[in-house]
């Protein structure tokens, strides 16, 4: 069993930036890629970024490409995400997930319960 909890959410200003973290619990963080996702009011779960088991490999929507940055600290079961240049677009509540593969498709065997980022304008 693999517990995430996301924090770091929060209200900014366009242009500003947060770094979202999701912590593991467990001892098997590092046997899973790892995927960030987001839901804005009234629409469907959006994908964002992925990271491989590693943290070699990433992968990113071409709404966030160039804006955020996917990482991980398998020693710390830590994944984070780096957001920058933030627009009100973005704004969502946040989540992690875990799944044996890389995103975005795939089974995701685990999720955190969000965490709420706000981007005014």
């Known amino acids: 069993q693999v517990q995430l909890v996301e924090s770091g959410g929060g209200l900014v200003q366009a242009g500003g930036s947060l770094r979202l973290s999701c912590a593991a619990s467990?001892?098997?963080?590092?046997?899973?890629?790892m995927t960030w996702f987001r839901q804005a009011p009234g629409k469907e779960r959006e994908f964002v970024a992925t990271i491989s088991r590693s943290g070699g490999s990433t992968y990113y929507s071409d709404s966030v490409k160039g804006r955020f940055t996917i990482s991980r600290d398998n020693a710390k079961s830590t994944v984070y995400l780096q957001m920058n240049s933030l627009k009100p677009e973005d704004t969502a509540v946040y989540y992690c997930?875990?799944?044996?593969?890389?995103?975005?498709?795939?089974?995701?065997?685990?999720w955190g319960q969000g965490t709420q980022v706000t981007v005014s304008s």
């Open positions: 467990g001892r098997t963080f590092s046997t899973y890629a």
């Open positions: 997930a875990a799944s044996r593969e890389m995103g975005p498709k795939g089974t995701y065997e685990y």
